[in-house]
């Protein structure tokens, strides 16, 4: 009795083990049928429009009236570092830029998950934005990032018109951060489900006004003072937008000739009136969570905006954040990497002028430079140093035995 017992248990767990194989290997050959189905058929162009649009990504980058640039911040290890969407008016002249917190999760929609597993079988349904470079490994630059602003338009429920690509040392050479509180409306869920007059209308959650405060990230003095030089020149504009996209890091999926396209509109704006702003949502502990509905009206709002900025924005509730550091008072070293006779010298001459301490000039011996490099000991150091060259690399480093900034010079600065 006892062993036809034993006999019986080992069969039903036999069973069971024979079944749950069963079913794991179902489920594994469906997923690579499917999977490899879905790839010939976007191979063979078979797919339909809206699984096509994942395809054509890549060919979608516009000039628009009012044109919308999501413009990544990437550092060494393809880590995306900061998020801002640019959006330039040509109507009214208007720049509102909107700071996306990268530490963002956002669950992608079944359909398009759907489609982006036959891009990359890898990619997770629940993505952080920082990341978004990283789960596109495989691919090249142009197409991660173009696969990456197609996930943004779906949380933010807005068209993106082109995106760029900027390195970090680049960032925190022409940016800078600023807490700020950004004023919306928060859109509460069946808002506009019922007409306003309808007797449910009552009976319907109603928007009201919200706050968030985070760092906003906004133009530093030092690039405001670059823009400004350039003024209302057609042929500098023109000189420096082709100049910004043959640095090093820097691209983008719109060709510099529609870039161009905007010239008219960059030369009658005024810096002085950017406006800059944080994306509606929360923070929880040091996870941002995007309120999607809200953003989409905010963002909405700011393209509607009919008026030309006459005035600054408001800063009542703008905390400044870390300051960057004088250079004032600090030891400078210059080097002259161009190779042309006296150029450290006239430099040194112009900082001390201008009240700074260079108490040594000396030669680099390696390559020759064509851009000026800035290497401060510290974070948030050299900004100010920014105006006295053309567009020079600011980066921390290490600096000689008791300076606390090196400034090798490169040849542009010689003209």
């Not at 970090?168 to 069946?190: A, N, P």
């Not at 000026?372 to 948030?380: A, D, G, H, L």
């Not at 060259?389 to 600065?413: A, Q, R, S």
């Amino acid at each position: 009795m006892k062993k036809n017992a034993v006999m019986f248990f080992l069969k039903s767990l036999l069973k069971s083990i024979l079944v749950i194989v069963s079913i794991l290997a179902v489920g594994a050959i469906s997923y690579k049928v499917s999977y490899e189905y879905l790839s010939k058929q976007l191979e063979a162009g078979k797919l339909d429009v809206q699984e096509k649009e994942l395809e054509t990504i890549l060919d979608q980058a516009k000039t628009d009236e009012i044109s919308k640039n999501l413009i990544y911040i990437v550092d060494d290890k393809q880590r995306i570092t900061h998020m801002l969407l640019e959006i330039c008016n040509t109507k009214t002249y208007n720049m509102d830029y909107v700071t996306i917190p990268v530490e963002t999760d956002y669950t992608i929609p079944a359909r398009m998950y759907q489609k982006l597993c036959v891009v990359d079988e890898e990619i997770p349904q629940i993505v952080r934005l920082s990341k978004l470079r990283k789960y596109f490994a495989d691919l090249e630059d142009t197409q991660a990032y173009g696969y990456a602003e197609l996930i943004m338009e779906k949380l933010l429920k807005t068209d993106i018109s082109y995106f760029t690509v900027i390195p970090q040392d680049i960032y925190d050479l022409h940016y800078q951060e600023q807490k700020m509180t950004t004023q919306y409306t928060k859109v509460m869920s069946g808002t506009s489900q019922q007409p306003a007059t309808s007797p449910e209308a009552s009976a319907t959650p109603q928007n009201y006004s919200a706050s968030v405060t985070m760092k906003v990230s906004m133009l530093s003095e030092s690039y405001i003072n670059q823009l400004n030089d350039l003024g209302d020149d057609e042929a500098k504009i023109m000189a420096y937008i082709k100049e910004q996209y043959k640095q090093d890091g820097v691209q983008s999926n719109l060709t510099v000739y529609n870039k161009i396209g905007y010239i008219e509109a960059y030369m009658k704006m005024n810096t002085s009136l950017y406006h800059y702003w944080g994306l509606p949502g929360e923070y929880n502990g040091k996870l941002f969570q995007v309120d999607t509905d809200s953003a989409a009206k905010f963002i909405k709002k700011l393209e509607n905006v009919a008026e030309t900025y006459t005035e600054p924005q408001s800063e009542e509730k703008a905390v400044p954040a870390k300051k960057q550091i004088s250079s004032t008072g600090k030891k400078i070293m210059i080097l002259n990497g161009s190779k042309i006779s006296g150029l450290a010298a006239s430099k040194q001459t112009e900082l001390v002028n201008a009240g700074f301490t260079v108490p040594k000039v000396g030669d680099y011996t390696q390559e020759v430079l064509t851009r000026t490099r800035i290497i401060v000991s510290k974070r948030r150091m050299g900004a100010d140093l920014t105006a006295y060259f053309k567009n020079p690399e600011l980066v921390v480093g290490e600096t000689p035995n008791g300076y606390d900034i090196e400034i090798i010079l490169g040849t542009v600065d010689a003209n």
